[in-house]
């Protein structure tokens, strides 16, 4: 379907960066330890900070400032889910995450990579 990720209105994104972010540095950026508030999906780093959804004690807050990569394709808000690994996700949870990825590639400004990530594709 040639629409369904499209926001409702108009986002104009900046070009994506691939500077490096440790994963310490985006530890901190969770509406809590810094007014930055990161996501990071298969090692991508998008910048959700004008969502409230991801604000302290708002339903998405357990993805800030980590890789929830597993989690989303997954579709849970657990904390123990919340991790950079994606690779025992099944078939159908990888179309999963791949669709988080277009959302959130929709949406959010990629602000960097996570240093090190092996979890890309």
């Known amino acids: ?3 369904k990720f499209e926001p409702k209105a ?3 994104l900046n070009p994506p960066k ?3 972010i440790t994963v310490e540095e985006l530890s901190k950026c969770n509406g809590v ?3 930055k508030v990161y996501v990071a999906i298969k090692g991508k780093v998008y910048d959700v900070t004008g969502n409230q959804s991801y604000m302290p004690g708002k339903a998405y807050h357990v993805f800030t400032g980590k890789d929830a990569s597993r989690a989303l394709g997954m579709t849970s808000t657990k ?3 919340v991790v950079a ?3 025992t996700l099944s078939e159908k949870e990888k179309g999963v995450l791949d669709d988080w990825v ?3 590639s929709k949406r959010y400004n ?3 990579v996570v240093a090190g990530a092996t979890n890309m594709d």
Do not use: K, L
Request: proline share 12%; charged share 30%.
């Open 1 to 3: 379907m040639a629409g």
């Open 10 to 12: 108009p986002v104009q």
């Open 18 to 20: 691939d500077d490096p």
């Open 33 to 35: 330890d810094s007014d």
């Open 79 to 81: 904390p123990e889910d």
């Open 85 to 87: 690994d994606w690779s």
């Open 102 to 104: 277009t959302f959130f």
């Open 110 to 112: 990629i602000v960097g």
